[in-house]
């Protein structure tokens, strides 16, 4: 913990000596909420499990933004998720997964680019997976993502490709990631093409 609050003072650090001229880093701040229910109690099965989803989540996130003359927009930000599931009676438990994230904006003659660097928040990749890449369940629990994330949006289309490491090596722990990508554009009025798909590294 203490690495991490000591990057982030560096990374803030950093950020303020970039400013130059009259351009100042801001300070910012984002609020999510998310509840979900939903009753799932079925007969055994081995795909997957039976159970109810009864929770909610509240992440706050401060930190610096600072807008560059050329357009281009960073920010870094640190949140955290508090979590709770309905009956669980784990109020200790409330405090989840930290985030601290580095996110850039930034316009390149049509294309918007976006790049997000750490761990940030899953609804950052907007791209369209079917659920047997990303069932509902882990959406839920999982809310962050721990790697990096590049978009790019078009005035007809939009691509992004990810990387979410799941895993450090260890006695107790394998090494795992995934690399994802989606994307999709518009022939015409009335007709899209698009993919999704992943590679999942499992050592």
């Known amino acids: 913990m203490k ?10 650090s950093s950020l ?9 880093p801001s300070f910012v701040y984002d609020l999510d909420f998310e509840m979900r229910f939903d009753n799932r109690e079925f007969a055994t099965s081995c795909f997957t499990p039976s159970m109810t989803i009864f929770g909610a989540r509240l992440t706050p996130q401060v930190g610096l933004a600072l807008t560059e003359k050329n357009g281009a927009r960073h920010r870094i930000m640190a949140g955290i998720d508090v979590m ?7 109020d200790l438990d409330l405090f989840q997964e930290i ?4 996110n850039l904006r930034k316009k390149i003659n049509k294309t918007d680019m976006e790049i997000y660097a750490g761990i940030f928040p899953r609804k950052a990749s907007e791209g369209t997976y ?17 790697g990096l994330l590049v978009k790019f949006r078009l ?21 795992r990631f ?3 990508s989606s994307g999709e554009g518009k ?17």
């Open 99 to 102: 985030q601290v994230y580095y």
């Open 155 to 175: 005035p007809k289309s939009y691509f992004e490709i990810g990387c979410d490491w799941m895993g450090q090596i260890g006695q107790t722990e394998r090494e």
């Open 16 to 24: 303020s000596l970039s400013a130059t001229g009259n351009t100042k």
């Open 84 to 90: 709770k599931d309905f009956g669980s009676g784990k």
């Open 3 to 12: 690495r991490i609050l000591y990057t982030f003072v560096l990374l803030l």
């Open 130 to 146: 079917s659920q047997a890449f990303f069932s509902d369940s882990l959406r839920f629990y999982d809310n962050n993502l721990e």
């Open 178 to 180: 995934m690399i994802y």
């Open 187 to 203: 022939v015409t009025d009335f007709l899209t093409f698009g993919y999704s798909g992943y590679v999942y590294h499992f050592a």
